[in-house]
Nanobody
Framework: VQLQASGGGSVQAGGSLTLSCAGY????????????VGWFRQAPGKEHDFVSA????????YYPDSVKGRFTISRDNDKHTVSLRMNNLKPEDTAVYYC???????????????????WGQGTLVTVSS
């Protein structure tokens, strides 16, 4: 599956952005709705952090405490898209955001970047105070 992330930009603290991750696959047996999707971010000079994830059906979602209540992940399998709505953004949310896809995730694997098989290019989010 090929992923394309978009929607980054510059906002002031308290503002909102919506990131999108579009998935493309030519495999008729593993269409986009087979894939679990996660978002990770990397701030300058720091490691990648887990941001959110959603199961292939959209039934299950995952968030770390740092974004819970502010970010909402959703998906539209008909449009092959996963969205990440980010509200009340803070300067510490500044990072490059990446979306990844994986077929089999359970337990702590959702939060582990190495468990994802494919990645899109990053999209930069800058939050100013």
């Amino acid at each position: 599956v090929q992923l394309q992330a978009s929607g980054g930009g510059s906002v002031q603290a308290g503002g909102s952005l919506t990131l999108s991750c579009a998935g493309y696959t030519s495999d008729p047996e593993r269409t986009f709705d087979y894939w679990n999707v996660g978002w990770f971010r990397q701030a300058p000079g720091k490691e990648h952090d887990f941001v959110s994830a959603i199961s292939y059906s959209g039934k299950n979602t995952y968030y770390p405490d740092s974004v819970k209540g502010r970010f909402t992940i959703s998906r539209d399998n008909d449009k092959h898209t996963v969205s990440l709505r980010m509200n009340n953004l803070k300067p510490e949310d500044t990072a490059v955001y990446y979306c990844g896809a994986a077929l089999a995730l359970f337990g702590s694997k959702w939060y582990n970047r190495s468990e994802y098989d494919y990645w899109g290019q990053g999209t930069l989010v800058t939050v100013s105070s």
